[in-house]
Nanobody
Framework: QVQLVESGGGLVQAGGSLRVSCAAS????????MGWYRQAPGKQRELVAD???????NYDASVKGRFTISRDNAKNTVALQMSGLKPEDTGVYYC???????????????WGRGTQVTVSS
């Protein structure tokens, strides 16, 4: 199986910066898209940003220009650099990886357990 572990969440003041990272491990042949979702209290989980294996990125409009997603294919890691943070960015941030565990298998989406990001006003 595939395990994802996030790190780097915390408490930051509005306007500040924070970096969250995620490492995938286990039985991995390759990983297609990796990305970050977040879930605020009482709200549905929503896409923040994702990145393909070739480096194409996609951002939610609310974070474009403030957040930067990056990945290291050799290390199976993905990171999200967040700047200009706002209280509405508060939530649990989950990383995902669309991983192929063996040649010929279809990619399956795996999730981390999440890391809390809190932005105070």
């Amino acid at each position: 199986q595939v395990q994802l572990v996030e790190s780097g969440g915390g408490l930051v003041q509005a306007g500040g910066s924070l970096r969250v990272s995620c490492a995938a491990s286990g039985s991995i042949f390759s990983i297609n898209t990796m990305g970050w979702y977040r879930q605020a209290p009482g709200k549905q989980r929503e896409l923040v940003a994702d990145i393909t294996r070739s480096g194409d990125t996609n951002y939610d409009a609310s974070v474009k220009g403030r957040f930067t997603i990056s990945r290291d294919n050799a290390k199976n890691t993905v990171a999200l650099q967040m700047s200009g943070l706002k209280p509405e960015d508060t939530g649990v941030y989950y990383c995902h990886a669309d991983a192929i565990i063996r040649v010929g298998y279809v990619p399956l989406r795996y999730w981390g357990r999440g890391t809390q990001v809190t932005v105070s006003s």
